[in-house]
């Protein structure tokens, strides 16, 4: 039974093997060759640096990213971050995994309802639309449960579905303030932006990218998932359907990063940046709460790469 989380985790604090989510691992070498390990930990309260040195070969080999390990070590203080500091570190196999996957802190049937609610007001195609895509009882557990990411923003169970319905109320906001703003095909594309993330992460402890992400792409799936839908929905116009996946496929703004294609229509303007100012305050939140400790700063951001203040 776990007893010991890393939100609780304060400087000289002693760690008998005690398991943690390992994260990642980056192997490196000493000037004199000798062999140590620079580690993330994680569980369902937060995340946590560490470093063994002169990690034992089995270590290297059997700790792998994504697998719970007992850790024995202590905590410290460096550069007025707190980290783990590992003597030992062996592979264990938990009887439940709830203690070790982070997950949303809103209630998840409560989201599945609000997601209800908000198509049920979509103009006939796009209702349609995504009650066939979203709302087919098979595909609507699966897009419950999926984070939104690995790392940056949303990187928990239920993460996928709280960042598309968190894009909602923004996309109300712009349809009041510019009246030429199809408001019903902005809600739409908040909702199917990140379709294509159900099968991007393996819902296991570290959120392990798939081959399918690496080999295909979220926004190239989940184009193909839309397109495919459109076909079953009567009255979904052409111009409808290329103004939809228009918006899926330059959503990330910049070739950059990752889009296909740069946003070319107010509405995929809208969508991309409403986008980007979602993750990227939850990515701010996220980083600052997932840290152990009470210093005013937390370590870098991967998300801003910097640190951050805490207030």
């Known amino acids: 039974m776990k007893t010991v989380f890393v939100e609780e985790l304060r400087s000289d604090a002693d760690l008998f093997d005690q398991p943690f989510v390992l994260l990642d691992v980056t192997q490196r070498k000493t000037k004199d060759g000798r062999t140590y390990i620079l580690f993330g930990l994680g569980d369902n309260s937060g995340k946590i640096g560490g470093v063994y040195w002169n990690v034992p070969d089995e270590v290297v080999t059997d700790c792998l990213p994504g697998k719970v390990v007992l850790v024995t070590g202590d905590v410290r203080l460096y550069n007025k971050r707190l980290q783990v500091v590992a003597v030992d570190m062996q592979p264990f196999e938990p009887g439940s995994m709830a203690d070790f996957i982070p997950a949303s802190r809103r209630n998840q049937e409560e989201m599945i309802a609000e997601l209800r609610q908000i198509i049920a007001e979509l103009r006939r195609p796009l209702h349609q639309l995504l009650t066939s895509v979203l709302l087919e009882p098979a595909f609507l557990r699966r897009f419950a449960d999926a984070p939104a990411a690995k ?161």
């Open 151 to 311: 790392m940056m923003h949303h990187a928990y169970v239920g993460g996928l579905l709280e960042h598309s319905l968190a894009m909602v109320p923004f996309c109300r906001l712009a349809a009041e303030r510019y009246a030429t703003i199809d408001r019903d095909i902005l809600i739409a594309g908040a909702l199917l932006h990140d379709v294509g993330k159900v099968h991007a992460y393996d819902l296991g402890a570290a959120f392990l990218i798939t081959d399918e992400e690496r080999l295909v792409g979220h926004i190239t799936r989940g184009v193909v998932m839309v397109e495919k839908a459109i076909d079953g929905v009567t009255d979904f116009t052409p111009e409808l359907r290329q103004h939809l996946v228009h918006l899926l496929v330059s959503h990330h703004g910049t070739l950059e990063w990752g889009s296909p294609i740069l946003p070319r229509t107010l509405e995929a303007v809208l969508l991309h940046q409403i986008d980007l100012l979602e993750s990227r305050v939850q990515g701010f939140i996220d980083h600052v709460s997932a840290e152990p400790g009470d210093t005013a700063w937390t370590s870098r951001s991967p998300m801003f790469g910097c640190e951050l203040k805490r207030g």
